[in-house]
């Protein structure tokens, strides 16, 4: 069965946790609604346009039928609308002003609608500042993996005296360059048994983040590993990300021959998780780790 290395594996959680960010602040006011903008005029012009010719063709039809009564409708209609333009006139100053004032009263809403926006903007990005996000998920990650207990038997790559003769040279080579450049610590020897199956596991390398106390398991895979192997390993990390272990796995190829990438993948898994969004930086020369399969 082909892979593709490397191989990473994140807890649901630790992904969830990740990308959240703290709760926005609440912004529930509407904006003000826009009042008509058409200025009043002293007369309808239109409106007594139509007026005058609904009368016209009006009387027109009546007068047909009897002129009497057409004579009537047409004095009866003109007085109508003489008296409606003259209404019209008499209240074009309290119409203008009562514009004006809605007008107004809208500015003066939307004014205060807009500093109330401006405010809400601006706590907002208090709220959700880089800084605040990254405090505010390394305090839930600080509880998610408050739950993986620390083990003894683990030691520093760079205080370890035996740790040459027990790692093998390219391991050891792989783990120095890349603790160099991490804020947290590589450690080797971890040990944790996998009473389910019946295994030991013992990754090649392992960090821990000093902050969020997150362990991040660094394995190497041979390419002698048989369907057997593949599958015990399969089973040993499905129970580890269940308790919260990160996984990155590359080839023995990848560390033989790209290490320094391999370490730049490992510090985009960093800054990914905002573990340590300062290590990325450091691989600005170095090229991407090229996907292999095995």
């Known amino acids: 069965m082909m892979r593709q290395f490397p191989v990473i594996l994140i807890p649901p959680e630790v992904q969830r946790i990740a990308q959240s960010k703290?709760?926005?602040?609440?912004?529930?006011?509407?904006i003000p609604s826009v009042p008509p903008f058409r200025q009043p005029t002293p007369i309808h012009i239109q409106e007594t346009l139509g007026l005058t010719f609904g009368l016209v063709l009006v009387v027109a039809v009546v007068t047909?039928?009897?002129?009497?009564?057409?004579?009537?409708?047409?004095?009866?209609?003109?007085?109508?609308?003489i008296i409606r333009i003259k209404i019209q006139f008499d209240t074009y100053k309290r119409r203008s002003q009562r514009h004006q004032d809605s007008i107004q009263r809208y500015l003066t809403k939307f004014e205060a609608y807009s500093h109330q926006e401006v405010a809400y903007q601006r706590e907002?990005?208090?709220?959700?500042?880089?800084?605040?996000?990254?405090?505010?998920?390394?305090?839930?990650f600080q509880k998610f993996f408050a739950k993986i207990p620390a083990n003894d038997q683990a030691i520093s790559i760079t205080e370890s005296q035996n740790a040459i003769a027990e790692l093998e040279e390219f391991i050891y080579k792989f783990g120095m360059e890349l603790q160099k450049n991490l804020s947290g610590t590589l450690y080797h020897g971890l040990k944790l048994h996998i009473s389910s199956i019946e295994y030991d596991w013992n990754p090649a390398l392992t960090y821990i983040d000093?902050?969020?106390?997150?362990?991040?398991?660094?394995?190497?895979?041979?390419?002698?590993?048989?369907?057997?192997?593949?599958?015990?390993?399969?089973?040993?990390?499905?129970?580890?990300?269940?308790?919260?272990?990160?996984?990155?796995k590359f080839s023995q190829e990848q560390i033989l021959q790209n290490s320094m990438e391999c370490c730049k993948e490992f510090a985009?898994?960093?800054?990914?998780?905002?573990?340590?969004?300062?290590?990325?930086?450091?691989?600005?020369?170095?090229?991407d780790l090229a996907p292999v399969k095995l």
Do not use: C, Y
């Open 268 to 287: 985009r898994l960093l800054d990914r998780l905002s573990f340590d969004q300062n290590v990325l930086a450091k691989f600005t020369d170095t090229p």
């Open 22 to 30: 703290p709760d926005a602040p609440k912004f529930n006011i509407d």
């Open 64 to 81: 047909a039928i009897a002129k009497e009564l057409g004579i009537i409708l047409l004095i009866v209609g003109t007085v109508a609308i």
């Open 124 to 140: 907002l990005a208090i709220a959700h500042a880089p800084q605040r996000i990254l405090e505010f998920r390394q305090h839930q």
């Open 210 to 248: 000093p902050v969020t106390n997150a362990h991040i398991a660094i394995e190497i895979s041979a390419p002698s590993e048989n369907a057997a192997i593949m599958m015990r390993n399969d089973l040993a990390e499905r129970f580890l990300v269940n308790l919260g272990w990160i996984m990155i």
